[in-house]
């Protein structure tokens, strides 16, 4: 089993930064990807950034060049560096890890493992 749990969220001034974390553990080394969702009350979780084991990456339009994302080597720790917010930013934010492992009859079981969330608020 995979759990994951985001850290970092907080209040910051548009035009300000901050880092969210998301710590992985159980079995990461069964860990594809992770990903970071924002969501706004009463709408769906949007996708924020992705990165793979093997280290590729990719970005919501919205955030290209304002957001990085970032893993150690072992897909433990991942981190979302965002920059220049703005208060559309503000959302819930929630890490997602992609996990696939063989079940006892070899098939590929694949699932993903979702954080608690962690609220960012941007104040003009």
């Known amino acids: 089993q995979v759990q994951v749990v985001e850290s970092g969220g907080g209040l910051v001034q548009s035009g300000g930064s901050l880092r969210l974390s998301c710590a992985a553990s159980?079995?990461?080394?069964?860990?594809?990807?992770i990903e970071w969702y924002q969501q706004a009350p009463g709408k769906e979780r949007e996708l924020v950034a992705k990165?793979?084991?093997?280290?590729?990456?990719n970005y919501a339009d919205s955030v290209k060049g304002r957001f990085t994302i970032s893993r150690d080597n072992d897909m433990n720790m991942v981190s979302l560096q965002r920059n220049s917010m703005k208060p559309e930013d503000t959302d819930v934010y929630y890490c997602?890890?992609?996990?696939?492992?063989?079940?006892?009859?070899?098939?590929?079981?694949?699932?993903?493992?979702w954080g608690q969330g962690t609220q960012v608020i941007v104040v003009a």
């Open positions: 997602a890890a992609d996990v696939s492992y063989y079940s006892d009859s070899g098939d590929v079981c694949v699932f993903r493992a």
């Open positions: 159980g079995s990461t080394r069964s860990i594809n990807a």
């Open positions: 990165i793979t084991r093997s280290g590729d990456t």
